[in-house]
């Protein structure tokens, strides 16, 4: 039985004292044992939200890293950097970043082995525009972001994907539970292909776009579905509702 996850993305939103605010609001009623909770912050709320959860069962992640160790490399943070801070799981390739800072599957491999060399776990993001959709090629695309950003059998049970279709991220337009379903159990297969399905069976792949407290009992309850990254609805106290999704 695989154990659901579900995250906060923050994006570009709370200041630290909103981010501690949040926070400290919130961790009395994340307690679902049948969850591992992480807020993924912007870099600058880190250091304080770690610390206002401290003693809790939250994890901290970052949004973004670099795959290099150190240098010149002015505005990125490495691996280290984060696990000192207390990081412990970082988003990979989120739409976004692959949007606006082109960042590619070649790019986001080297970060999916150098976050896991420093023990992090990666949250790899991959999923389709409409136009892909609607074109027929959703599978072929999100096969390809797979298997290219993807590393070794040694490293693999130590990730987890997040199949997040691009049209349904911000906008209010959620997928159709068989629509995520498909995508997600699709998503397994491809690990079945590359490893094998002992492996595939116990990776953990989540679902994001648009979640939120009433569509998340039926989104998880997918057989593929191992929890949800969440935006939008991951900035309010209200989050505490999806994290309960089964009580
Ligand atoms: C996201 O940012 O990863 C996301 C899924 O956003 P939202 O929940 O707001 O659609």
């Given at each position: 039985?695989?154990?659901?996850?579900?995250a906060g993305?923050?994006k570009?939103?709370m200041?630290?004292?909103q981010?501690v605010?949040?926070?400290?609001?919130?961790r009395p009623?994340?307690?679902?044992p049948?969850v591992?909770?992480v807020?993924?912050v912007?870099?600058i709320?880190?250091?304080?939200?770690v610390?206002a959860?401290?003693g809790?069962n939250?994890h901290?992640?970052?949004?973004?890293?670099?795959?290099?160790?150190k240098?010149?490399?002015?505005?990125?943070?490495?691996?280290?950097?984060?696990?000192d801070?207390g990081?412990?799981?970082?988003i990979i390739?989120h739409s976004?970043r692959?949007?606006?800072?082109?960042e590619?599957?070649?790019?986001?491999?080297l970060?999916?082995?150098?976050?896991?060399e420093?023990?992090?776990i990666?949250?790899?993001c991959?999923?389709?525009t409409?136009?892909q959709?609607?074109k027929?090629?959703?599978l072929?695309f999100?096969?390809?972001?797979?298997v290219?950003a993807?590393?070794?059998?040694?490293?693999?049970l130590?990730t987890?994907v997040?199949?997040e279709?691009?049209?349904?991220?911000g906008t209010g337009?959620?997928?159709t539970?068989a629509?995520?379903q498909?995508?997600c159990?699709?998503?397994?297969?491809v690990?079945?292909?590359l490893?094998?399905?002992?492996?595939?069976?116990?990776?953990?792949?989540?679902?994001?776009?648009?979640v939120?407290a009433?569509?998340a009992?039926?989104l998880?309850?997918?057989?593929?579905?191992d929890?949800?990254l969440?935006?939008?609805?991951s900035l309010?106290?209200?989050f505490?509702d999806i994290?309960?999704?089964?009580?």
């Amino acid at each position: 039985m695989r154990r659901k996850v579900i995250a906060g993305n923050w994006k570009m939103n709370m200041t630290p004292s909103q981010a501690v605010k949040l926070v400290t609001e919130l961790r009395p009623n994340v307690n679902n044992p049948d969850v591992d909770v992480v807020f993924c912050v912007p870099s600058i709320d880190i250091v304080p939200v770690v610390e206002a959860v401290k003693g809790s069962n939250i994890h901290i992640g970052a949004e973004n890293v670099y795959y290099q160790e150190k240098g010149a490399f002015t505005g990125e943070l490495s691996p280290e950097m984060l696990v000192d801070a207390g990081v412990s799981h970082v988003i990979i390739g989120h739409s976004e970043r692959r949007m606006y800072f082109n960042e590619s599957n070649t790019v986001l491999n080297l970060k999916m082995h150098k976050v896991l060399e420093h023990g992090i776990i990666p949250i790899l993001c991959c999923g389709e525009t409409l136009e892909q959709r609607e074109k027929g090629i959703t599978l072929d695309f999100v096969k390809e972001q797979i298997v290219e950003a993807y590393v070794t059998k040694e490293q693999v049970l130590h990730t987890i994907v997040a199949y997040e279709p691009i049209w349904a991220i911000g906008t209010g337009k959620v997928a159709t539970t068989a629509q995520a379903q498909e995508v997600c159990g699709f998503i397994r297969t491809v690990f079945e292909e590359l490893y094998d399905k002992e492996t595939a069976d116990q990776i953990r792949i989540l679902y994001g776009g648009s979640v939120n407290a009433s569509n998340a009992a039926e989104l998880f309850a997918q057989p593929d579905i191992d929890g949800g990254l969440v935006g939008g609805a991951s900035l309010k106290p209200d989050f505490a509702d999806i994290v309960n999704y089964n009580k």
